[in-house]
């Protein structure tokens, strides 16, 4: 395996273990993109969205709606989430999204400058449950640190999360970094995800139906 293959090694599924009906044509390849696409870029100037995990893009079109004239960048491994995605972003004929195909991480460490980010939206990571897989969530110490260098001042991270034990990471990690990132709604009134003001995404849907409460957290950065 080479070196960046290793690096960038992604777990879970990349597509449904049933075949779907999407036909992948020359339009779908416009809107979803690899890591050598010149069309991931975000300017500065702008206002720049990153919504990472955006499995079937629930969470970019709502966001979409919130804020009309931003650039977005819908970012998952998932093909047949992006595939779905790309679908809606054609028939609603929108050109402010992006769709990258691939690991977050390596989108941010070779596409994304610093300073560009306002908000990056991560919504029900997956939880890996068993202590041996821990290391695999998205969230740790070093990719926030990492997303950090990348968020503009007063740029936000929004995090959903429906797992005691992630939880009590994120919290661990957002105790370690309180100087360069202020937790805004740490009342227990606002911890609630209000899906009348967040995405009702797939995620949410299925917390929901399992009765796990979604605990929802917003970072500024100072
Ligand atoms: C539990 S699903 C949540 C999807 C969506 N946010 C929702 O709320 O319905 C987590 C998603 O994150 C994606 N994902 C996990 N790690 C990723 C990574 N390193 N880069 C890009 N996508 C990732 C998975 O493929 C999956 O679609």
Known sequence: MSKNLFKYRMYGRRQAR???NFNTNNKEKNVIEDINSKKIKFLKKNYNILDIGSGSGESTLHLNDRYPDSQIIACDNFKDGNI????????????????????????IDKKIKEDTLDSVWILFPDPWPKKRHSKRRLISSFFIKKLS?????????????DTDFYLRQILIIIHKYRKIFLWENQGFESWEYDDSTLPKTKYYKKAMKFDRIPFYINLKKL
């Not at 779905?84 to 004929?93: G, H, T």
């Not at 990348?150 to 999360?161: C, S």
């Open 18 to 20: 049933k075949k779907n």
């Open 84 to 107: 779905n995605l790309s679908n809606k972003i054609l028939s609603k004929k929108l050109n402010n999204i992006i769709i990258f195909n691939g690991n977050v991480l390596e989108l």
């Open 149 to 161: 260098n990348l968020i503009k001042k007063n740029g936000h991270i929004h995090i959903a999360i």
